[in-house]
């Protein structure tokens, strides 16, 4: 992009001297651009993670929505970019359902058309920048810098969260600060920002590039944004150093996670019969307990991979085939865990509520849980019932409405049918894993266990382990079971990716049995180790170390994520106000 060019260009507001138009403004040179910032930050995540590119991966974006004349055309480029940015990284979710896919890619990329008219107000032909970005005066400078640093990076982090957490809870998936988790000692600083503090940073340096850029690589402009972005970069790698360097972990339990590796089809079935499945997990984990005779504390299976195990369901189908097969799997179990010595905690359906529909027993609460079986061979009474649900995956919304029958079309086959309920956020079970071999040792370690994509939700995670009245953590370790088994190719790195801020925020270690992988541990400083690589099957053990400290985002949550949303619509609001006021002016005049 020609830099004079462009500024000529922009202050003219017209189009008389085709001739005179920077390539970069034609409508193929802003789809090459846009499609450079795609390419980019697709590299940057998760499998690639090509770190530094998200550094710069913005600057195309924000010099497109800039060079555009009007609001329309801003939003259009900026929600057609994030289209192709999510299919570009998302596209795995044609395997369950293309014409969803493509719907959710188009609502997502809403978001984008948002954030492309901020960066118009800050960057447009009649904005604040252009006025003064040559100023002398030191407050114009000031303001000039202000808005497309500070503003855009704020309005874009929250937006992210926004995204992230309304509208049938969000979809966190592919933010700014999620590509540095190869990076770790900037990750760190979300155990008192959360992830959305990485982001902000990322945004900072994505705009300070973008506006030396536009104003013709002359510092004037920046002056205030380059030395105050230069600062937080300093602090956040100085904070992750520290932090990461602090030697406080205590010995935790040995956990084996057990990876089988079933594909999972569009339409709920498993890549194998339920007798399969079991005789797999059994086989594996009992010849694994006896290699490793006294040492492993834990067993974790992956989600849904057992059948309903609670006591109604199979209260109501015994005398059954399959009610025998669900008695036989639970006394396995129970055997198992009594023999080894060793806790289990499985993923499987609960089934409750049974009423006689058309002469025949049918469950009216269908969960996703996960079961814990003590190592002294006993069924613990407690469970954990998934809160998040998934839409569209495990419940459709609008049903009984019109838009239900509308949109039942995109989701995969035989949707109409599939409904399961969410647990009570306010009752996150806590498993205990107490350790009992030697007596003058005994122990005791809380277990949470976020189910599948509740790993990615930040703020359930932090109040399943956020301190309760006694000033300690509700939890010690998570455990996500896992089926990405819908799903294919980056998607499990990119959940990987994302699970990783998890143990940053709330310093705990995490375990993750996953059906088609990625299993294995992070520790509490966002180091993975141990792991099984996707589409292969096996089991890994690993010794957790168990991290006492209590982060600011445990104790508060998203508190800065707030503070963003609050500026960022604070500052539109003003804006809306000073417009009608000057078109009541002009209109009094």
Known sequence: MKTADSIEYRRSGRDENNARRPWSTRWYGRSLLLLLSVALLTLAYAPMNLVPLAWIGLVPWLLV????????????????????????????????TFPGMVGLMAILAAYWGVMAAVVFRCWGPN??????????????????????????????????????????????????GHTQSPLLPVCQIADVLGVYGITFWI??????????????FRLAPIRIALPVTSLLTIFVLLYGVWRMKQTVLQPGPTVMVVQPNYPQSNTGEKGAEQIEINNFHFKTTEAALTSHPNQIDLVVWSETIMPPLNFQARNVLRG????????????????????????????????????????????????????????SGLMSELRYDKVHIVPFGEFMPFRGTWIFDLIKKLGPPDMDAYQLNGGDENSLTVFPLRRTRDVMDLETWRIVTPICFEDIDSGLTAKMVRPGADGLKRADILVNLTNDGWFKANEMSQHLQVAIFRSIENRVPTARSVNTGISGFIDSVGRTHDLIAAGTEGVSIAKLGIDPRITFYTRFGDVFAWICVSVAGSEMLLKMISRAATRAKQKAN
């Open 127 to 176: 904005s604040e920048f252009w006025r003064h970005s040559g100023a002398s005066s030191s407050a114009d400078r000031i303001r000039s810098a202000r808005a497309p640093v500070f503003i855009i990076a704020t309005a874009w982090t929250a937006l992210e969260f926004i995204r992230g957490n309304f509208i049938w809870k969000g979809l966190p998936w592919l933010y700014l």
């Open 203 to 216: 945004a900072m340096i994505n705009a300070t590039v973008a506006a030396w850029w536009l104003s013709g």
């Open 320 to 375: 059954s085939e399959f009610g025998q097969f669900i008695d036989a799997t639970v006394q396995r179990l129970l055997g198992t865990a009594g023999v080894f010595q060793v806790g289990i905690i499985t993923g499987g359906r609960y089934e409750g509520d049974w009423k006689v529909v058309n002469e025949y027993w049918r469950p009216l609460d269908s969960r996703n849980a996960a079961y814990f079986f003590e190592r």
């Open 65 to 96: 929505i800039a060079s555009c004349q009007s609001y329309k055309s801003a939003i259009f480029w900026g929600w057609a970019s994030g289209t192709a940015f999510f299919i570009a990284n998302m596209w795995w979710m044609a395997y369950v």
